[in-house]
């Protein structure tokens, strides 16, 4: 066990819908990154938030948003959702903001969207 | 554009042997450079990291060396144990506002009895 707890584990939804994935951070961490695994193009960096504050943007669609609340823990929402974005979510979560140091991530979030 | 490229898919080393994971990479200006292992089912698990102004980086049996006029980094495992079969991921950190890790497509890495 990581530390970093992302539900649900698996999630199957139809096209034109609209999911949300939890992350909970380690204890003491205060950054969260959530990243996206697909057969084709490998773990892409989305979002960075530290401390509750969105930090960096990477390769996330306007489709997508992402939120950390104050108890740090964070929200991904995925919406108007296509085949092609069925892949794995990771979350991950580190003490400070450069991610120099390393992460932890979570076990992942299965996407499939039918 | 800021990649890493890891041109072998998969590895097959002999147990207690050397293993060689090999990363290349573009346009590095302070960069660090980072190893992640993945199981099936599991995130990726941070293992080793170098900074653009180091050459060699060791911790126990891991090794990463970084070679900047070929633009070239390696991750060495010595010796070579069953439970480092998994997926070996390089990463890059750029900093600045480039703020999250840009991966390579990974080089699955199997350890023979």
């Known amino acids: 066990d990581s530390g970093v707890t992302q539900t649900p584990k698996h999630l199957i939804t139809a096209t034109g819908q609209r999911v949300t994935l939890r992350c909970s951070p380690r204890?003491?961490?205060?950054?969260v990154y959530w990243y996206q695994q697909s057969l084709d193009q490998g773990l892409q960096f989305l979002i960075h938030?530290?401390?509750?504050?969105?930090?960096a943007k990477g390769n996330i669609l306007e489709r997508f948003s992402a939120q950390q609340f104050p108890d740090l823990h964070s929200e991904l929402n995925l919406s108007s959702l296509e085949l092609g974005d069925s892949a794995l979510y990771f979350c991950?979560?580190?003490?400070?903001?450069?991610?120099?140091?390393?992460?932890?991530f979570g076990s992942g979030t299965r996407l499939t969207v039918v | 554009d800021q990649q890493v490229k890891q041109n072998s898919p998969s590895l097959s080393v002999q147990e207690g042997r050397i293993s060689i994971l090999n990363c290349d990479y573009t346009?590095?200006?302070?960069?660090?450079f980072l190893w992640y292992k993945k199981y099936p089912a599991e995130g990726p698990t941070f293992l080793i990291s170098?900074?653009?102004?180091?050459d060699k980086n060791e911790d126990g049996r891991f090794t990463v060396f970084l070679n900047k006029s070929a633009k070239h980094l390696s991750l060495h495992i010595v010796p070579s144990q069953p439970g480092d079969s998994a997926v070996y991921f390089c990463?890059?950190?750029?900093?600045?506002?480039?703020?999250?890790?840009?991966f390579g497509k990974g080089t699955h890495l199997i350890i023979q009895p």
């Open positions: 991950a979560s580190s003490v400070g903001w450069r991610g120099a140091d390393g992460y932890t």
């Open positions: 204890s003491g961490d205060l950054s």
């Open positions: 938030y530290y401390n509750g504050e969105e930090r």
């Open positions: 346009n590095s200006m302070f960069d660090y």
């Open positions: 170098i900074s653009s102004i180091k």
């Open positions: 990463a890059r950190y750029s900093g600045g506002g480039a703020d999250g890790l840009t």
